[in-house]
């Protein structure tokens, strides 16, 4: 079956750092997403990996290991409007997307 | 960068009523449209994929006749929910993918806020 893990929650301290992390194992690999989503609203793309390495933008990076079925999420300068979801989205061979169930990040003063 | 308008926002109505969303592309032009429903404090899940000019595939347990779903332009996508009742209250988010980019982003509406009475 496809599945994608990522921790339901985590807390963070204003000004910090922190790492997302998400694994997968899916049928075929076409790219991986991370998207933000805060609490009642629709989400919102942040990056797209589909080749090893890392992508930074801005205050946000994104890096991806495909032979671990392995990325991660890293939020620098952590601001308290980045207290939101982080969901991590998986292209198939099929070219459908497969969700992670999200993690909440909880960001405190 | 890619737009997609949703509508309505919200919509509070009596149960029994037949509700209907629209999910519009308004810079691009989208041979797929999906649509999601999210519980409170659960994922984003898969109801339906809607291809232009043909039948939605729905996903296992979405009952195709009390959601449905039109694709009749490459830019606008409708969701029907007939004969809505307290348990279909949920949050309904559309996305659109660009044209003959299956390995780009889905870009998603503001979503829909549907309340049953």
């Known amino acids: 079956g496809q599945n994608i893990d990522q921790p339901t929650e985590m807390t963070a301290t204003e000004g910090a750092i922190v790492q997302i992390n998400c694994t997968y194992q899916t049928s075929g690999f076409n790219g991986l997403f991370w998207y933000q989503q805060h609490a009642g609203e629709a989400p919102t793309f942040l990056s797209y990996n589909v080749l090893d390495g890392l992508e930074e933008k801005g205050r946000f990076s994104s890096f991806l290991s495909r032979s671990k079925g392995y990325s991660y999420l890293l939020l620098k300068e952590l601001q308290m409007k980045d207290s939101a979801s982080y969901l991590c989205a998986v292209v198939d061979s099929n070219y459908q997307l497969i969700w992670g169930a999200g993690t909440k990040l909880i960001i405190k003063p | 960068g890619a737009v997609v308008s949703q509508h309505p926002s919200w919509v509070i109505c009596k149960s029994g009523t037949s509700v209907k969303i629209e999910c519009r592309s308004l810079d691009f032009q989208a041979t797929t449209m999906f649509w999601y429903r999210q519980f409170p404090k659960q994922s984003l899940m898969l109801m339906a994929t809607?291809?232009?000019?043909?039948?939605?595939?729905?996903e296992q347990g979405v009952e195709k006749d009390k959601f449905l779903i039109n694709h009749a332009s490459l830019t606008l996508s409708t969701l029907t929910v007939t004969s809505a009742h307290p348990e279909d209250s949920s949050f309904y988010i559309c996305s659109a993918r660009v044209l003959t980019a299956e390995a780009q982003p889905q870009h998603f509406g503001d979503g829909t806020r549907l309340s049953i009475l």
């Open positions: 809607s291809n232009e000019g043909s039948k939605a595939t729905y």
